[in-house]
């Protein structure tokens, strides 16, 4: 130990600014002490050694995301439900239904069959479909596509609803078994009906041809019953709410399935219909639904 001592000593020695050696280097007393130095001597000239002090190392900066970066980290199930959602100002289009959140009217504030505007709602007419104008009126293929593309995503997801609700899978069993895409088929309806939502619901004298975006005019309730009664709760969230419309749109469409049975895609749209013009009707969707797949692409 005291070698050890002795070494580190003289080493300090050595440095610039240490203390001059005096005498041989191989000159020890009995104690094993170089001669003419105490132990106090070496703590001396060691705490007299400069220690240079340690250059400080700057914290890593980290870079800010760039747009349209995938951020680290979970994301909670409403974010990354989220992230792809239509939006119109600062309310998604489509994010809940009227039977989750009562006052979502993402397709319209107005309702043309009590001529008034829905009292309560979660959002100014400007953000609601109708009233931002992000779907287009029109019976071009062209209108048909770009409404189509915008609102894909909500027919998708009432379709996966549709799976969990008995009164609505009828429709996509149906659909499978005749190799029918029931998203596309549902659309080609849509843009019968109001040009994919881009027609605003128009009364003529009190009278009505349907309501929201399918122009629903036949409530198939929870407990299977179809019900045109004007009192039925319903009316408000078919009326002011796509995911909801499309849920009893899906519902009227099983429920014909199971009535008449239906043998091709024009005649399920002729009980849809089931007016004096459904031929014709059934045609025009006919059409649309061929169009949505080869024109638009999908």
Known sequence: MKRLIQIIFLAALALPGGTAFAGPRDAYDSDGWVIGFKPSDIAAAASSIPIPKPEPVPEPVAEPPQAGAAVDGPQTPAEEA??????????????????????????????????????????SAGDTLQGSRMVQAGNSTAVMCGNARKLKACFDKAGARAEKDPLASGFLT??????????????????????????????????????GMNQIITIVTDSGAAT????????????????????????????????????????????????????????????NYKDLSGKCGF
């Open 228 to 287: 045109n009664s004007s009192s039925r709760p319903e009316w408000t969230g078919i009326t002011h709410n796509i995911l909801t419309n499309m849920k009893y749109g899906i519902r009227v469409l099983a429920l014909k399935v199971r009535e008449t049975n239906p043998g091709n895609l024009r005649s399920l749209a002729r009980y849809y219909n089931g007016s004096s013009t459904a031929d014709h009707y059934a045609g025009a969707v006919e059409r």
């Open 82 to 123: 989220d992230k792809d959602q239509l939006r119109s100002g600062d309310h998604a289009i489509c994010g809940y239904s009227w039977e989750e959140r009562p006052g979502t009217a993402d397709y319209t504030i107005w309702d043309a069959y009590h001529r008034r505007a829905l009292r309560g709602a979660d959002r």
């Open 174 to 211: 149906w659909a499978k078994a005749k190799g029918i895409d029931p998203t596309l088929f549902r659309m080609a309806i849509a843009m019968q009906e109001t040009n994919l939502g881009g027609l605003k619901d128009s009364c003529s004298g009190g009278s009505c041809n349907g309501v």
